[in-house]
């Protein structure tokens, strides 16, 4: 190649990086590289473009070398940064070892010397190692870091250091103060503070705290931000936005856009198993899994699950509530307990424990769902976030209705779905509205809970939920058209205002699914019961229908016309 043929080759090398670009800078920088080795600046520009890519070892490689021409030329600060970018790419493949090595050789190189204020980039990794064990260690580890970064101007390192200062706060349950410190990272990031690979870093860790802290709010405008920063950069393909797809396919999946939810989750999958953060691809599994099992691909749900599994993601409670839709309790129950037992945080249990509340109920173990009713609350009110309080008013009225307090869970799930509402979460909207049905039910209002039962089979059916809109048309009695269109079978009552039998509301309903084959564990979790009390109303409608059997209990249902609905339905 002629010299002027490499000038113009490494121009518009420099050009693509500058413009971020870092497809097109990859290959014109090794192109370049190829007739003569390049300079350090331009060898550093190379490797943050392959990191950018996901192309973990040539990152690492190119690091290596930047590293070296660094510390052979007295660059101190220079070497530590590329030893900080060697350390989060050999971190990112799983490679703990080799990560820890060249952290512990810049430290050297640093003692050595005179000292420098990049020193703060080795600062960053022992905050975030200490994050879990002592979060107040890590934000004075992170404090330490941030006045290293305003000494030397470095941006990137003030920014990097105050994010982890907002996460240390968030685990001392100090959240408004460590959201506020998450904003004005997220501030600077936004208005094109930061290089690129903090920016990426950033994203994805304030995107995990949201979804964390189930703060959705923040978590749809932080990911409007990164939807206008994505589109500039259509070559940012590689790891960072993998792990960012992931946490975004959680909040579409909340907002209820499934399509877009299952798109983004299999991308995520794709990037993240070619070599680049496949540690974090379990993660994606799991959300395919998630958005999979709530349509009623069961087998599909089941394959991400085992997916997800295979690269050490912990699929619970996904994989316990899905064993709970197939009729198998027991392997729910031991699932979602044996994950309860090991979420090491609040807000970790904080996810799990609604699930938890459903599974227990339909075992039949309503102590053990309204302790954990009572430790769910204990964690929205340190917390506070609206999210939380949602879901805590929702595990509350169901085990309300398990216990056959009515008007209690009727004020829960009213509360609860007006949170959800409010937050544009559609299918935790209509699952309380479910809820709220089965409560104006129990209290003997059938007109309110048709209407309520009608919403939510319009709520699943815009979004796709099957299992969820079959079963709410059984708890209704309906057929595909909806309740207003299901009347009953002329006789159903002796004489006017008395039902057959003397049997009550619920006991009807009870007999209905008896009739419709229903085993006690089916028909507590369809009308969200302990397994004792579906016991209970079956023993009173033997005894009141004076039958035996649930044979001879279902032919008296269908002889009677009891198999639909009762009138104002």
Request: with cysteine; aromatic share 6%.
């Amino acid at each position: 190649m002629a010299a002027t043929d490499m000038a113009a080759t490494l121009a518009d090398a420099r050009r693509s990086h500058e413009l971020q670009a870092w497809q097109d800078a990859c290959e014109e920088f090794e192109l370049a590289d190829g007739r003569s080795p390049l300079e350090i600046d331009d060898l550093e520009a190379w490797a943050e473009s392959a990191h950018i890519l996901g192309r973990g070892p040539e990152a690492c490689r190119l690091l290596e070398r930047a590293y070296r021409m660094r510390a052979d030329a007295g660059e101190v600060g220079g070497a530590i940064r590329c030893a900080f970018w060697l350390h989060e790419a050999l971190t990112m493949r799983g490679e703990f070892g080799h990560a820890g090595g060249w952290l512990a050789r810049a430290a050297r190189l640093a003692r050595a010397g005179p000292g420098c204020a990049q020193e703060g980039y080795l600062l960053l990794p022992e905050a975030e190692r200490q994050m879990a064990r002592d979060p107040g260690t890590a934000f004075g580890t992170a404090a330490r870091a941030l006045e290293l970064a305003v000494r030397c101007g470095d941006r990137d390192l003030a920014v990097a250091a105050t994010h982890l200062q907002g996460l240390a706060r968030i685990r001392q349950e100090r959240v408004e103060d460590g959201l506020a410190l998450l904003d004005e990272a997220m501030l600077a990031v936004t208005t094109g503070e930061t290089s690129p690979r903090v920016t990426g870093w950033v994203y994805c860790d304030v995107i995990a705290a949201c979804g964390e802290l189930q703060e959705l709010r923040r978590a749809r405008e932080w990911t409007t931000a990164l939807d206008v920063w994505m589109a500039s950069r259509p070559q940012f393909v590689g790891g960072y936005s993998g792990i960012c797809l992931i946490h975004r396919s959680e909040l579409m999946r909340l907002l209820g856009d499934w399509p877009k939810a299952a798109l983004q989750a299999r991308t995520a999958c794709e990037r993240l198993t070619q070599g680049f953060a496949e540690m974090l691809a379990g993660a994606a599994y799991y959300q395919l899994g998630e958005v999979n099992r709530l349509r009623g691909d069961w087998p599909a749900a089941e394959d991400a699950y085992r997916r997800a599994g295979h690269f050490g993601c912990d699929a619970q409670p996904g994989l316990a509530l899905l064993r709970l839709a197939q009729d198998s309790p027991e392997p729910a129950v031991s699932g979602v307990r044996r994950a309860l037992a090991e979420a090491a945080t609040r807000p970790a249990r904080g996810k799990l424990l609604p699930a938890y509340v459903e599974i227990m109920l339909a075992a039949g173990e309503p102590g053990a769902a309204g302790e954990a009713v009572t430790e769910l609350a204990a964690i929205a009110r340190a917390y506070d976030r609206p999210a939380m309080w949602a879901r805590t008013e929702y595990a509350r009225a169901a085990a309300g209705l398990a216990g056959g307090d009515s008007a209690a869970a009727l004020t829960s799930a009213r509360l609860a779905w007006r949170l959800w509402r409010e937050l544009d979460v559609p299918y935790e909207a209509a699952r309380s509205r479910v809820l709220v049905a089965l409560a104006c039910r129990g209290l003997g209002d059938e007109d309110s809970a048709a209407g309520e039962f009608e919403a939510a089979l319009r709520g699943f059916a815009e979004l796709g939920a099957a299992p969820d809109r079959a079963r709410t048309e059984a708890l209704a009695g309906a057929g595909p058209d909806g309740p207003a269109a299901v009347r009953p079978a002329d006789g159903v009552r002796s004489r006017a205002g008395e039902p057959p039998a003397g049997l009550t509301a619920r006991e009807r309903e009870v007999l209905r699914l008896v009739a419709a084959g229903g085993t006690n564990q089916t028909i507590a979790r369809q009308l969200v019961l302990s397994e004792k009390t579906v016991a209970r109303h079956l023993s009173n409608i033997f005894r009141k229908l004076g039958v035996g059997s649930r044979t001879a209990a279902a032919a008296y249902a269908f002889e009677h016309g009891l198999t639909r609905p009762p009138p104002g339905r």
